[in-house]
């Protein structure tokens, strides 16, 4: 069935490093790639997102990159900062008549000060 | 604030019982997903409405349905419940019809099975 792995679970870098998550996903009618930034306690937000049909977007210190013929996403996050800590989420969306979003696992990222 | 609201914020019950989760999605939009949190795990896709339509479903349990309503919101009916049901239940909702992917997610509800 449709998945999508996430890695690594767990990331901890210094302030000011980048920090990269990547995931792989399964159902090649996936053509939408949103990340989530989730804290603690609360919902998870929408940071950045990607279609199938481009390959790089850049928001900021979030960039995300695509390649779908591996079938992988990647976020980066760069300059990173202690408020960045959280837990991430990416997600792959296939557009079937309906939007059935398989997310990944999540990474707790740690960011030191 | 994402314009997305659930009801209520918290629901203690016992197991065998029925709950209800109510979401009012936001104003404009056609969609309702709903999705369950267990305690630090990842988010589980249940169902999707469209315009009071199921469009899409997941691994939902056969204890559990919904639906959408002619003015949009939506509930989440969970029945016989069990201990395992204990989770953070959350709605998010968007525009979709090709015209916006995103999904903005509700404050969830938090549900104990006792």
């Known amino acids: 069935g449709e998945n999508v792995e996430q890695h690594p679970s767990t990331l901890s870098v210094q302030e000011g490093d980048s920090a990269v998550i990547k995931c792989t996903y399964s159902?090649?009618?996936?053509?939408?790639f949103p990340w989530y930034k989730q804290e603690l306690g609360k919902r998870p937000q929408l940071i950045i997102d990607?279609?199938?049909?481009?390959g790089e977007k850049k928001d900021q210190r979030i960039a995300v990159t695509l390649n779908k013929t591996a079938k992988h996403f990647s976020l980066h996050i760069t300059e990173t900062q202690p408020e960045d800590s959280a837990v991430y989420f990416c997600?792959?969306?296939?557009?079937?008549?309906?939007?059935?979003?398989?997310f990944g696992a999540g990474t707790r990222l740690f960011v030191k000060a | 604030d994402s314009g997305v609201t659930q009801t209520p914020k918290h629901l203690i019950t016992a197991t065998g019982q029925r709950v209800t989760l109510r979401c009012s999605p936001r104003s404009g939009d056609l969609s309702v997903y709903w999705y369950q949190q267990s305690l630090d795990q990842g988010l589980q896709f249940l169902i999707q409405?469209?315009?009071?339509?199921?469009?899409a479903k997941g691994n939902i349990l056969e204890r559990f349905s919904a639906q959408q309503f002619p003015d949009l919101h939506s509930e989440l009916n969970l029945s016989s419940l069990e201990l395992g049901d204990s989770a953070l239940y959350f709605c998010a909702s968007s525009v979709d019809a090709g015209i916006s992917y995103e999904q903005y997610f509700g404050p969830g509800t938090r549900l104990t099975v006792t």
């Open positions: 159902d090649s009618a996936s053509n939408y």
């Open positions: 997600a792959a969306t296939p557009n079937t008549g309906g939007f059935k979003t398989i």
């Open positions: 409405y469209y315009n009071g339509e199921e469009r």
């Open positions: 990607i279609r199938s049909n481009v």
